[in-house]
């Protein structure tokens, strides 16, 4: 009999996501503390938060595959940009964005029973070049308050872009599913 599978995450978006490979998991929040330590580039801040969400949660069920996952935004100045949390974050975040390359990087870490790994996905954004009023009208239409970079590229955050590059049309969404899935069946999960 498989592991339970576990996702150790209260984002609605990553539940969704995990759901298309299967539904057959539960999600508990990790009650990890999110905070950027001094200094800490995105690269290691997204990493870290990952595997402690995932080892967070394991130690509380050792028998279960357990995934932990983070992601932000870095600008071209290496500003690492969060969820806007707000109306105004948003739009400033997208004003700020307007006409440039972010790069996002999403981090996946799991632990279960035959040990644990962790990895990034990148993604690569370019926005064209956004009118103030066209980024009020994203904004209120989508509510991309809890969304790093401030849009939804699943949603009509998409119309914002000129270019995506990525390995995984999910990574940007917050859950790299082609790399997730190998390393569940590493796990002894039947995906699909």
């Not at 984002?11 to 929040?29: H, V």
């Not at 939804?152 to 119309?159: D, F, Q, T």
Request: charge should be negative; include cysteine.
């Amino acid at each position: 009999m498989p592991p339970p599978l576990i996702l150790a995450s209260t984002s609605p978006y990553r539940r969704t996501l995990l759901a298309r490979l299967t539904p057959e998991f539960e999600a508990i929040s990790p009650g990890v503390d999110e905070g950027r330590r001094r200094n800490e580039e995105a690269g290691h801040l997204v990493a870290r938060l990952a595997k402690e969400k995932a080892e967070a949660v394991a130690a509380r069920h050792p028998e279960a595959v357990v995934i932990g996952a983070d992601q932000a935004a870095v600008t071209e100045s290496g500003a690492i940009l969060g969820k806007p949390g707000s109306r105004v974050g948003a739009i400033a975040q997208l004003a700020g964005l307007s006409g440039t390359t972010v790069r996002f990087l999403s981090a996946v870490h799991v632990v279960g029973p035959i040990g644990e790994e962790g990895w990034i996905v990148p993604t690569e954004v370019d926005f064209r070049t956004l009118e103030l009023d066209e980024i009020k009208r994203y904004v209120d239409r989508d509510e991309p308050f809890d969304c790093a970079g401030g849009f939804k590229i699943e949603s009509l955050g998409v119309a914002l872009m000129e270019r995506v590059v990525q390995d995984d049309p999910t990574a940007l969404e917050g859950l790299p599913l082609i790399s997730l899935a190998a390393a569940l069946r590493r796990q002894g999960l039947t995906i699909p």
